[in-house]
Structures are given as structure tokens and as C-alpha cells.
């Protein structure tokens, strides 16, 4: 437990160095083309224009993480003060300072958060804005004074270190050694620590100095990734072998390295294939004096070659470090695929890499199973979570808005995926589920959707079936008949049960207050929390729009004691899973009695400007009436 709970925290810490960094991208690499171009060494030497490389280098970019970084933490005011703070470790420093901003920019935008709670409801109408400008201006200038006295000279000297360590070991030929910690960080998702919280920084530095840096070659390298899915396009079998060329082509070309993950864990042998790849590859850069001249992403191949400087002894020594990469870990992973047993379940594999990954997978969706065309006549439509009373109930109530709409005589229901009827000919689970439908109901029509409230999913399905629908009306008049006679509801949206203007500092935090609620309300039991709890640890309860409903388990239906609902208003946001949630609406139902509401907080929540109304909502009964109105 310990291990993994350490596992999670530097997957957490990766993540968040990653976010600082991935959406300003595109400056690193308008910083790599103007210093390829225009530098002394460049393709076109420009003396004037080469001015830009230093100071986008040394201010841009820092500026860039630092704001983003304050942002993350804080919004708007939080990226405004973290730019404040990042500018005292530019200023105290001659070096780029990207560890230096990644300190700064989260510290002032936790700085200036944890102000602006401390006077909430404290400040008098009418010095709202005097406040918060002074605050801002007043906290960004004490933190920049501390980061050029304090931070700035720490920073200098760790990044100095960390620069004459990689100095020793290339002198002694050890800097192949490092694939062994690069490629298996990668598989874990623990690469974005490593990746952009040292290598980056310090290659910034070394492209500074020497015009390129080997350092951004360690973890971008496409080869051996592509060795191992090529191992698997002649030595695999069944599914990952027919899906290995399309996966090479998207790794190689693409540069996304995560979709050849769930290979290796299908054969967890394979890491030795990657490893000694790696380590191939980095000799033959170090052998050949390769380099970057700026960032890489993704780890394409295309993002390598534009990177590289312009001269051929770069290209041969950059594509040579790749190709090497690729042979050596295909001839290790044709080996041993060839001598050992291959696991079959891809799908499998990609959940247990959406695992470690600690969030969505942007590709895992490439690893499910293909199907044909919607069925003929259909009659049923399924949605199915784990519980089969929050997520699902939200999901077949628009569905069924937009089947109504549409005149067709389709029976829309939901259910919990250990209930799936047999007769079911489209079921429609969110993607971490759609795995265990399939197991429920194979010859089942699959739908995966991340994002309840709003799928694209639902209106392609929709013009799919408007040509063809067969439902008698008799069964749909019956199904209709059966919804009007669930229990009545009222009383279970209740003034004290609404919650306006909250703060969590984590997702869990905010799903034991709602389950708290429910529990004080005489709703459920006690245990019903922690089954809360672990229902989102299954699969998100992040419904789209800003929305998340948590709610227990299947086996805690049990613990349920009566239907009830809490509203929780969060107008700054708390964090599911890399999405901002703004609104939770904590669920307790038993006997169906839940779903009438349920169906109508659906609707109001796929509306941005019903969730607006109810985020900036002034009083629990005006949120209230937003819901009732719908």
C-alpha cells in the first residue's frame, strides 16, 4: 500500500509538471525554430533576428510555465501572481530558469488562494477590486524578492550540480545507463518527473551554451518503441498483432510513445527489450555527437528531425541513435516473443496502463475492440455503470429526451453492468466500463463515451437509427407507463441539502462531504462514504459540463436508506481526475425512486448555461429553481 501510494504521488507530481509545460509547447518550439534558423550555426545565420533566442529563452518561457503553473493552482489570479514570483528566480539567475518556475509559479498561485479564502465574506462592498489588485500586486512583489534572494541562488546551485553530473557522465561513457531508469518511467507514467522537471531545464541550458543538447534525445527516442511493436507485426498473435502496425505508425509518426505501452505489459519481459534499446540509442548519440537544438513533442520522429541542427553530421547521428534504438529492441522483442507465452487481452492491458497512468488515456480508445454497424431493429438501448443509479440514469435520460424527439420507439434504460439483460442490442458504458460490458453482453452493439452530459456519441447514434426503428408502440406506451408510476419524488431536493460557495483541496475531500450530507440526512449509512469513494476509484464519476455525481458501489445499494440528493456549489472548481468539477450532486437512490430527478438534473446539466446560472447562483433556492425549472 505504502509503494503504491508513492507510486501515485510521483505520478501526481509528474502530471502537474507536465501540465505547467505541455500547453505552452508551442513557445518551446517557436524557440527551437528561431534558434535552428537564425543562430551563427543555423540554416539561415541572422545576427539581428538571433537576438530573439535569449530573451524568449530566458524570460518567455520561464514566464510562460511560471503563469501556467499559478493558473493550475488559482485561475486567473493565481497565473497573474505565479508570474509575478517566477520573475524574482529570472531576474536572480543567468541560466534558464524552468525549475525556478515550476517552484514559483505553483507557490504563488497557493499563496494567493489561500488569501483570498482567508478574506472571503470578509470585504465590504465596494473594495472588492481595491482588494483583490493590492493583494495580487503586494504578494507577487514580496514573492519575487524572496525568489531572487532565496530561491533563485538555490536553484542556480542544483542545476549547476545536476549539469556537471551529466558532464561526468558522458565524459565516462555511462550516459547510456540512464535507460534503465527512462524506459521503465515511461511504462509507469513517472517519465514527466524526470522528463520536464530535470532533462529540459538542463538541455535548455546546454542548448544555450553549445548550440544542442543530448539530454532531450534520452527520453523522446521513437526506436524502441517502434522495435517492439514491429517484434509484434511479425512475431505476435491475434489482436496485438493485427493492431501492432497502426500502433507503429502513430508512435513513430505521431509521437505518441504511450500506445505501445499496453504491449509491453502484455509481455512484461519486453521492458528488457526497451531498455537495452534505449541504452543503444544513447551510445550511438553519444558515439556520433548527437543533439537537440530545442524540445521535442511529441516524440515524434518528424519533431526530432526539425529539431536537429542543420548539418548532416546532426542527422546522421540523430536518425543513426533512432534506428539503432529500433533494430536493438526488435531483435530482443522478437526473441522473446518467439520463446514465450503471449498474453491475448490488449483491452486488458490498455486498462492496466490507464491505471498506472492515474488518468484517461488519450489513446487507450485504440485498443478496443472493433465492431460492426448498428444492429437492425433495434428495440433496446442500454446505458450501464457500475451501480446502475447515477452516471447511467443521466445518460438514458438525455438519450431519451433526444429518441422522443426524434419519433422513435426505442426503449431507453439503465442499469448496472452486473445487470445488463441479454436482449440488450446497443449497451453504452463510459470507455474504463465498456471492457466488462462486453465480457456481460458480447453479440451486444458497444458504445463508449467519456463525457455523459454532452457525448457526440448520442446524436451520430441518433441519425443512425432514424431510418430504421421497429419498437411496437404497445412496449413503448408500457415502458413510458411503468416511469410514471415510480414513486413519487417530492421533498427529495431539499434548501438545507444545497451547499453554496465551497472549497475542496481534493477530489476525495469533496466526495466525503457530499457523502457526510447524505449521511446526516438519514439517506444512508455511515459505510456508504468510503463505497463513494471507491465507486470513483473505479471508474470517474465526472459526468461532463463541470459536473460530477458521486455516489456508492453496486454492493452498497444495501447501505442505502432512502433516495436523497445534496447540491454542492464549487465556483473555483476542485479536481476529478484532470477535470474541474464546479457542481456535485451527491446520490443516494434506492428502489428508483431517484430517477425522475435524476432524469431532470440530466437535462438542466446539458445545457453550459443552465451550469453557469447554477455555479454564480445566489441562494439555494434560486439554484433550486434552475434544476425544478427543467
Not at 110 to 115: E, T
Not at 211 to 232: F, R, V
Not at 432 to 450: C, F, G, M, W
Not at 454 to 478: G, M, V
Request: charge should be negative.
Amino acid at each position: 500500500m505504502a509503494q503504491s501510494n508513492i507510486k501515485v504521488a510521483v505520478q501526481k507530481f509528474g502530471n502537474f509538471l507536465s501540465s505547467m509545460v505541455m500547453p505552452n509547447i508551442g513557445a518551446f518550439i517557436a524557440w527551437g525554430l528561431i534558434t535552428a534558423l537564425f543562430i551563427p550555426t543555423g540554416f539561415f545565420p541572422n545576427e539581428s533576428l538571433a537576438k530573439l533566442v535569449d530573451p524568449m529563452v530566458k524570460y518567455l518561457l520561464p514566464l510562460l510555465i511560471g503563469y501556467t503553473g499559478g493558473k493550475l493552482v488559482h485561475d486567473q489570479r493565481g497565473g497573474v501572481v505565479g508570474a509575478i514570483a517566477t520573475m524574482g528566480v529570472i531576474v536572480g539567475s543567468d541560466i534558464p530558469m524552468f525549475l525556478g518556475a515550476m517552484i514559483m509559479g505553483p507557490l504563488g498561485g497557493y499563496i494567493i488562494k489561500k488569501f483570498d479564502q482567508f478574506i472571503e465574506g470578509k470585504v465590504k462592498t465596494g473594495f472588492e477590486m481595491l482588494i483583490n489588485n493590492f493583494s495580487a500586486g503586494i504578494l507577487g512583489g514580496i514573492l519575487a524578492i524572496l525568489a531572487f534572494l532565496g530561491v533563485s541562488p538555490a536553484v542556480d546551485g542544483f542545476t549547476g550540480a545536476l549539469v556537471v553530473g551529466v558532464d561526468w557522465m558522458v565524459a565516462h561513457g555511462l550516459l547510456p545507463l540512464t535507460s534503465i531508469l527512462i524506459e521503465p518511467a515511461k511504462i509507469l507514467f513517472l517519465n514527466n518527473a524526470i522528463n520536464h522537471g530535470i532533462l529540459s531545464p538542463i538541455g535548455a541550458e546546454q542548448i544555450r551554451t553549445n548550440g544542442q543538447s543530448i539530454l532531450l534525445l534520452l527520453e523522446t527516442n521513437p526506436g524502441p518503441g517502434l522495435g517492439i511493436l514491429l517484434a509484434y507485426c511479425f512475431f505476435g498473435k491475434g489482436t496485438a498483432k493485427q493492431s501492432a502496425p497502426g500502433a507503429a505508425i502513430i508512435h513513430f509518426i505521431g509521437g505518441i510513445h504511450e500506445i505501445y505501452f499496453p504491449y509491453v505489459l502484455m509481455r512484461p519481459l519486453l521492458i528488457i527489450a526497451a531498455i537495452l534499446g534505449g541504452m543503444s540509442g544513447v551510445f550511438t548519440f553519444v558515439l556520433l555527437g548527437g543533439g537537440l537544438q530545442a524540445v521535442a513533442s511529441p516524440g515524434s520522429i518528424l519533431a526530432i528531425l526539425a529539431a536537429t541542427p542543420g548539418n548532416a553530421g546532426s542527422y546522421v547521428a540523430n536518425i543513426s541513435g533512432v534506428l539503432v534504438a529500433a533494430v536493438v529492441s526488435f531483435i530482443v522483442g522478437s526473441l522473446i516473443l518467439k520463446t514465450g507465452k503471449q498474453t491475448e487481452d490488449l483491452d486488458e492491458a490498455a486498462r492496466k496502463m490507464q491505471e498506472m497512468k492515474g488518468k484517461k488515456s488519450s489513446v487507450a480508445g485504440s485498443f478496443t475492440k472493433q465492431q460492426g454497424e448498428v444492429p437492425a431493429s433495434v428495440q433496446k438501448i442500454v446505458f450501464a455503470c457500475d451501480a446502475g443509479m447515477g452516471s447511467s440514469a443521466m445518460g438514458a435520460s438525455l438519450l431519451r429526451k433526444k429518441v422522443k424527439q426524434a419519433d422513435l420507439n426505442i426503449s431507453v434504460t439503465n442499469t448496472a453492468i452486473s445487470n445488463i439483460p441479454s436482449d440488450a442490442q446497443i449497451v453504452i458504458t463510459q470507455e474504463e466500463l465498456t471492457p466488462r460490458a462486453q465480457n456481460k453482453v458480447p453479440d451486444a452493439y458497444h458504445i463508449s463515451v467519456d463525457n455523459f452530459l454532452s457525448s457526440p456519441e448520442y446524436d451520430k447514434l441518433i441519425d443512425q437509427l432514424k431510418n430504421d426503428h421497429t419498437t411496437s408502440k404497445a412496449e413503448e406506451e408500457k415502458r413510458v407507463s411503468a416511469e410514471n408510476n415510480t414513486d413519487s419524488n417530492d421533498g427529495l431536493l431539499k434548501e438545507e441539502n444545497v451547499f453554496l460557495n465551497q472549497h475542496f483541496s481534493s477530489k476525495e475531500e469533496a466526495i466525503r462531504f457530499a457523502g457526510s450530507v447524505l449521511v446526516k440526512g438519514g439517506y444512508v449509512e455511515e459505510n456508504y462514504v468510503e463505497a463513494m469513494i471507491e465507486r470513483d476509484n473505479m471508474t470517474s464519476t465526472y459526468m461532463g459540463n463541470d459536473v460530477a455525481i458521486p455516489h456508492g458501489t453496486e454492493e452498497a445499494k444495501k447501505n442505502v436508506l432512502r433516495s436523497g440528493f445534496t447540491v454542492i456549489q464549487v465556483p473555483e472548481g476542485v479536481d476529478f481526475d484532470g477535470k474541474k468539477v464546479r457542481l456535485i450532486f451527491g446520490i443516494a437512490g434506492k428502489d428508483g425512486t431517484h430517477l425522475e430527478i435524476l432524469s431532470g438534473i440530466a437535462i438542466t446539466c446539458s445545457d453550459m448555461d443552465n451550469i453557469e446560472k447554477m455555479v454564480h447562483a445566489k441562494s439555494a433556492k434560486e439554484l433550486m429553481a434552475i434544476i425544478q425549472s427543467n
